[in-house]
Nanobody, 113 residues
């Protein structure tokens, strides 16, 4: 029903920036929330940021002031002042008004010190 495709991951030095994008296709009218989770080796998957169809945003405390999420039919995560602890696989997700949840395939972000 909804397909999510991420782009923009890569390798960056500490203090640098990356921009992640997640393009949604299919029944995009049904999406209420879009955002990003991340999972580092040995750690649980955690919510990084999300945004509702009305523009309400939510950020993990660890990224507040550094990351910014925005949305149209593509959700964008602007990541500034990156730290090595931001290294993880980042997964785009979308939640529908019917509580269905969809996941992207993941994109690797690596921050070197």
């Amino acid at each position: 029903q909804v397909q999510l495709v991420e782009s923009g991951g890569g390798l960056v030095q500490s203090g640098g920036s990356l921009r992640l994008s997640c393009a949604a296709s299919g029944r995009i009218f049904s999406i209420y929330v879009m955002g990003w989770y991340r999972q580092a080796p040995g750690k649980q998957r955690e919510l990084v940021a999300d945004i509702t169809s009305g523009g309400t945003t939510n950020y993990a405390d660890s990224v507040k002031g550094r990351f910014t999420i925005s949305r149209d039919n593509t959700v964008t995560l602007q990541m500034n002042s990156l730290k090595p602890e931001d290294t993880a696989v980042y997964f785009c997700y979308a939640e529908g008004y019917d509580d269905r949840i969809y996941w992207g395939q993941g994109t690797q972000v690596t921050v070197s010190s």
